[in-house]
Each structure stands twice: as structure tokens, then as C-alpha cells.
């Protein structure tokens, strides 16, 4: 028995392949205002960046450390924070783009009903490594804005500790997963369509 919806699922590949080209337009626009936004800031003169009277009070919560805006009272200048802040921005939007734009390569061979073709299993093996790897490496990205943000205050005492973002190494493994199930389909289809 077959219960196989083709219009629901053509309809899911239609609103899934318009999303991603929205989110990489989205995300290469934003790229290029926050390397924008760096250049201008780090520019120019830090005092333009300093709070008067008895400062100013910040929560930062940075995998793993949360700093309470008790604790973070800064009266010097913000541009570190700033751009710390930025520079987390700019390290986060590639590896998003990037999902986007593998998502969008496996979608595009589902649409072209090829979905077990050899490149849309190649870009679901791509897709679970940037997720592993993204699972590791992002966290040490904020660990050097924090340790940055640190440096700069003295009024920060936070312990820097290296904990992975383990939803992403997660799934990464699904999709390593998914990837293999996929490639097994593939398989299993060239061998049908050879008997034919």
C-alpha cells in the first residue's frame, strides 16, 4: 500500500527551497553589514565608546558562561565588548550559510527526483560534518570572546572553560546517519535499475 502525498510533498520542497534562498540572501546581507560594521568600529577612537556617570550594566550569556548584569558593570569603553559581540556574529553567519547551502543543494536534487543521487548524499555527509564540526570549534570561538571581553574589564572575574555545543554534534550524528540511509537507498537503486 502506497500512501505517498505527492502534492503535500512537492508543496514542503516549494516553501523549503523559497526559506533557503531567502535565509542565504538574508545571511550574506548581514555578513557583509557586520564586516562593515568592524571595519568602521575598530576605526574608530575607543573614548567614543566610553560610558559616563556609574556605567553601565550588562548580561552576557556566551556558551558556557552566563555573567549576571550584576556582576558586569562597565564604566570604560564598550568597544571591546563591541566588538567582541561582532566578531561572534561574523564566526556564527558562515557556518549558518553554510547549512543553509547544503540543505538547498540536497533540496535542489529533490527537486530535480534524484534525491539518492551520489552529490545529494555527498552534501548530507558535508552537512553532518559542519555540524560536527561546528560543535566543536564554535565553542572555542566564544571562548576567545570572552577571554577578549575579560582582557578588557577589570571588573570581570568568570572562569574560561571549554564545554562543545553537543545539540550540534548531535546532529551532526542524525545527519551522518541520515546520510548513510540515504546512501544505502542510492544503492539499492542503482541495483534496481540495473535489473531493469
Not at 70 to 80: M, R
Not at 90 to 115: A, C, D, H, N, S
Request: charged share 15%; aromatic share 12%.
Amino acid at each position: 500500500m502506497n500512501n505517498f502525498n505527492s502534492v503535500r510533498f512537492n508543496r514542503v520542497i516549494k516553501i523549503t527551497d523559497v526559506v533557503i534562498k531567502v535565509f542565504k540572501i538574508f545571511f550574506m546581507v548581514l555578513f557583509a553589514l557586520t564586516v562593515l560594521a568592524i571595519a568602521i568600529i575598530a576605526l574608530m577612537p575607543s573614548d567614543l565608546f566610553v560610558v559616563g556617570g556609574e556605567g553601565i550594566r550588562i548580561g552576557i550569556s556566551l556558551h558556557p558562561v552566563i555573567i549576571d548584569s550584576s556582576e558586569l558593570v562597565i564604566t570604560e569603553s564598550l568597544k571591546p565588548l563591541i566588538l567582541s559581540a561582532l566578531f561572534l556574529g561574523l564566526m556564527y553567519l558562515p557556518f549558518t550559510y553554510l547549512v543553509f547551502r547544503l540543505i538547498g543543494l540536497v533540496i535542489q536534487k529533490t527537486k530535480e527526483k534524484v534525491p539518492f543521487d551520489s552529490m545529494a548524499i555527498t552534501h548530507l555527509f558535508k552537512l553532518s560534518y559542519v555540524f560536527l564540526v561546528g560543535g566543536l570549534v564554535l565553542p572555542l570561538i566564544n571562548l576567545i570572546a570572552l577571554a577578549v571581553i575579560r582582557s578588557n574589564y577589570a571588573g570581570i572575574n568568570f572562569s574560561l572553560e571549554y564545554s562543545p555545543h553537543m545539540n550540534m554534534i548531535f546532529t551532526g550524528v542524525l545527519v551522518y546517519i541520515l546520510a548513510n540511509i540515504f546512501e544505502y537507498g542510492g544503492y539499492l537503486q542503482s541495483e534496481v535499475d540495473a535489473t531493469v
